[in-house]
């Protein structure tokens, strides 16, 4: 297989795993508009959005036993006697009955120790705390969406470098070949720039798949078909910030969505203390209940003892009306009212634990991030004056090799240098936005400043 067909076979394999699957014009797609097509797709705010939807229908008086349970019923039925007691007045015969029964109940618990008072109140703080939740999941779905975002960018911006690189080997394979085609080159160094023309074919292939993972999973965030392709019009850069710690640590006392969750579920472990207090109260019920019964008999196959038989369409009618208060105290059940008690205390003593080890965590999360960002932004400034210097240092070589100041192995040296310092650059713009973007997180700043 000559040169020129492998060239052609390489060519329509990266057209292949790259464009394969590239049907369709694409759209453009920025930072901010994938973040709004996120918040409105994304799986799990959707989920959370249907539970936050679930508190809210519970936190009703309803739900918390405010009001009394009234039941209806019905009931009816059909009954046949057969007689044979010659004592009796009526001594032979049948008895047909059919009958039909309506009842009301009604119960309702007018006291018992402000339980329903105290219930509402705490469906209201799980109604704050499924937003809570929701609020945390958005927020950590914005992140997950800025960094996936980024990381196409980056990609991208990592197969230019490959694709440069390529391009450089594949000249510098072209031209030795001429001059071994002339004399001037033997086979060794023939071989030896083939084999790095090869190496860069085969990295900038697997780039180019890399490329099109990251983009896979940006979609599987925005909720969208998995090989849909977009123009992504943002560029990966950043503005740098001066953030202020102390600033920041008070936001995050404030805003920090977890923390402020925290809290809300330390008042439900309050409240529900107080629901386990209440079994130490009496309760007091109202019942009220209602029947009637209307019955109809039918007493034409029934004979008497005086040999007469009876009448057919007998109908009576009874009906009741009844109301009670009932009170009761539970003087002693094993002690396990007081158990509850003293357990819902426990959980509530580690719900205050829980907060001061949260807040520590954060504590050491935001300063911990606060040093990485400000340690990545001189580690960005040294990448970019690494790669002026680079990419001026390969500029320089090239010409020499041309002229033959350098050989292959100094010239590819110095290619690599620019392959390893150009990645690190790019690398180093993405963590510098992996940091600030967490800063603001954990500030609670993520959804009203993006990181640009």
């Known amino acids: ?245 102390d600033e920041m640590a008070s936001a995050m006392k404030s805003s920090n969505s977890n923390l402020r969750n925290q809290y809300v579920n330390q008042e439900i472990l309050r409240k529900d203390i107080r629901i386990a207090s209440s079994a130490l109260y009496p309760n007091l019920n109202l019942g009220v209940s209602g029947s009637k019964n209307w019955q109809t008999q039918d007493l034409s196959d029934a004979q008497f003892s005086n040999g007469t038989f009876g009448e057919s369409g007998i109908k009576s009618t009874t009906g009741n009306l009844s109301a009670n208060l009932t009170l009761s105290f539970t003087l002693f059940n094993g002690g396990k009212i007081r158990n509850q008690i003293k357990n819902a205390q426990i959980q509530e003593r580690i719900g205050q634990l829980q907060i001061k080890d949260l807040e520590l965590t954060l504590d050491n999360s935001l300063i911990s991030t606060y040093d990485q960002y400000n340690l990545r932004q001189n580690l960005n400034a040294i990448a970019s004056e690494n790669l002026e210097t680079a990419n001026l240092n390969l500029e320089m070589g090239e010409e020499r090799y041309r002229n033959g100041s350098i050989n292959s192995f100094n010239y590819r040296d110095l290619q690599i240098t620019y392959l390893q310092t150009a990645l690190s650059y790019y690398q180093s713009i993405y963590n510098l936005i992996e940091s600030k973007t967490e800063l603001l997180r954990l500030s609670g700043g993520i959804l009203s400043e993006p990181p640009n």
């Open 1 to 245: 297989m000559n040169n020129q067909t492998r060239k052609a076979i390489l060519a329509i394999g990266v057209f292949c795993l790259f464009f394969g699957n590239i049907v369709t014009a694409q759209e453009p797609l920025s930072l901010s508009q994938a973040i709004e097509m996120g918040l409105k797709n994304n799986f799990s705010i959707q989920i959370e959005q249907n539970k936050q939807l679930q508190a809210a229908n519970n936190n009703t008086w309803g739900q918390a036993g405010m009001f009394p349970n009234i039941a209806l019923g019905l009931g009816g039925g059909l009954s046949k006697t057969s007689l044979d007691n010659p004592a009796s007045f009526l001594s032979s015969g049948n008895i047909k009955s059919n009958n039909y029964n309506p009842t009301i109940n009604l119960n309702w618990v007018l006291f018992n120790g402000l339980n329903v008072q105290i219930t509402k109140q705490k469906l209201e703080l799980l109604q704050d705390q499924s937003e809570g939740n929701a609020a945390v999941i958005i927020e950590n779905t914005v992140q997950a969406i800025i960094l996936a975002y980024y990381n196409v960018l980056l990609e991208r911006e990592r197969t230019e470098v490959f694709a440069n690189t390529l391009s450089l080997s594949r000249d510098r394979y072209d031209y030795v070949k001429l001059k071994g085609e002339l004399g001037s080159a033997v086979t060794f160094d023939i071989l030896r720039d083939k084999n790095a023309y090869l190496t860069d074919s085969s990295n900038y292939i697997t780039q180019i798949l890399n490329h099109r993972n990251a983009v896979r999973n940006l979609n599987l965030l925005l909720a969208q078909p998995i090989d849909m392709n977009y123009l992504f019009s943002d560029s990966l850069e950043v503005q740098k910030t001066a953030f202020n710690l």
